[in-house]
């Protein structure tokens, strides 16, 4: 189980930061992404961190923007989002997709 | 950037195929994965690496892969399988994924 938390409604240039913790399974064994859909629109996705957190990818849509992380002690996966657009507003969620684990997700509304 | 290619919407009748292409450069050498996402909820997974139904899935939800085409076929598609289905893979680098722009299945 994923359960993400930080969504909120924030100012264009502004900040955010998302946390999702995981529960019942091993958390260092594994990638984890964040994918984000805006309202009506399709998935996107943004952001995977590798098992041990060295290596990090991004859309070109973030990139420079946002930063993903993970605290093995916490089993707590990290999305700090600044100088955030209108455009970033979503349901963003934490996932291992290829392995059919998602979160609900947390809603941005940057306005 | 990468892209994978899906048609906007698929329209059947209860019973009869549905079936969903999703056209991508990467697709002759990285896995394709399904998902079927209804209003409000969160994605499921209905088929991983190419061609394996996920655990829970019905069986009338196939696919394939040939060349820059995957497949999701739906046979004796139900009212319930109403949802929009999006292609998900991997650009051919390795590093960056990419999902397809998503296909809205009406039964």
Redesign the interface.
Known sequence: QLVESGGGVVQPGGSLSLSCVVYGFNFTDFGM?W?RQAPGK????VA?ISYDGTNK?Y??SVKGRFTISRDMSKNTLFLQMRNLRIQDSGLY?CAK????V????TTVAVS | ?YELTQPPSVSVSPGQTARITCSGDALPKK?A?W?Q?KAGQ????VI?EDTKR??GIPERFSASSSGTVATLTIAGAQVEDEA?Y?C?SIDSSG????????TKVTV
């Open positions: 992404h994918v399709g998935l996107e996705w995977r990818f859309a070109d969620f997709p290829t392995a059919g998602w979160g609900q997700g | 950037s896995f994965y998902f996402q969160a994605p499921v997974l991983y996920f655990s929009d999006y998900y590093t960056f994924y990419v999902f397809g722009s998503g």
